[in-house]
């Protein structure tokens, strides 16, 4: 499976990803298992430079009310304060970072009700399409997030982000060559993207392009030298392709890596069965 880039926080449409992936929330996602998941796709959360994905809209669902004592409130957005006698009105930066807080808790269908609001008072943020989009993704609505993505490109087409996060929909739809456009167009835009590198080569491995797959996972490591899921999948490859000992070496370098990588260890050791190894 693929990774997904991470929730976004306002910064990110002028930041690289890479200056951003530091504060990603990684959540590990099993698609297509072989030999007990050969592939695995994280959706990044991003939190400290607005690069985001999310899931599901729902308008008006779970939207939360502030709190407040002794006042009453007035549709969604205004509170009235008998105590203090003001008004309170939400700005479009607060329910987005609401909505940012409810996506790193989960909550991705509470999340995307405050982004909805947040775009409705600021038509023109391109984070917030994102992040609404990655929360959709999340939620299973692919064809929503794809919407989403293509509002934000309107707006800045060079935020290599909102690409990956296309390009993570429409592998999950099956374009898989529509995804890998995708991916390449998020390289062109940040060459060091190696989110982007990873998940193009598993759109290529599952195209049955392993060569190609292990030319972008060797970007990807060339990047991130402790990528350990890239070792696995390269591995993964290198095995379909009959270079079972160099799959057992990625293999032993993804298991150095985390120790607990439970689809490195059962890989290798059906490799080294094959090589006649029953140890």
């Known amino acids: 499976g693929r990774r997904h880039p991470a929730y976004a926080h306002p910064a990110a449409a002028d930041a690289d990803r890479d200056d951003t992936i530091k504060n990603i929330r990684t959540q590990t996602q099993t698609k297509r298992p072989r030999r007990l998941a050969r592939h695995l796709r994280h959706p990044p959360l991003r939190g400290d430079a607005r690069q985001a994905e999310s899931k599901h809209g729902f308008g008006q669902a779970a939207v939360h009310r502030p709190e407040h004592r002794g006042g009453v409130h007035f549709g969604e957005i205004i509170v009235f304060y008998l105590d203090s006698q003001f008004f309170m009105t939400l700005t479009a930066e607060e329910y987005f970072q609401r909505g940012l807080e409810?996506?790193?808790?989960?909550?991705?269908?509470?999340?995307?009700?405050?982004?909805?609001?947040?775009?409705?008072?600021?038509?023109n943020d391109v984070v917030t399409y994102y992040n609404r989009g990655n929360a959709k993704s999340d939620l299973g609505d692919k064809r929503g997030a794809i919407l989403d993505y293509d509002k934000a490109l309107k707006l800045n087409p060079n935020f290599a982000l909102l690409y990956a996060g296309r390009g993570n929909a429409k592998s999950d739809l099956g374009d898989k060559r529509g995804a890998i456009l995708d991916y390449n167009k998020a390289i062109e835009c940040n060459p060091n993207d190696v989110l982007s590198f990873y998940n193009r080569g598993v759109t290529k491995s599952e195209l049955g392009d392993k060569r190609g797959a292990i030319l972008d996972y060797n970007k990807a490591i060339k990047r991130n030298p402790k990528y350990a899921m890239a070792y696995m999948n390269r591995g993964n490859d290198k095995s379909d392709l009959g270079d079972k000992r160099g799959a057992i070496l990625d293999y032993d370098k993804a298991i150095k890596l985390n120790p607990k990588n439970a689809m490195a260890h059962n890989n290798r050791g059906f490799t080294k069965s094959a090589l006649g190894d029953k140890r």
Do not use: R
């Open 102 to 123: 409810k996506a790193q808790q989960g909550l991705f269908e509470e999340a995307i009700a405050y982004w909805t609001k947040a775009i409705a008072l600021d038509p």
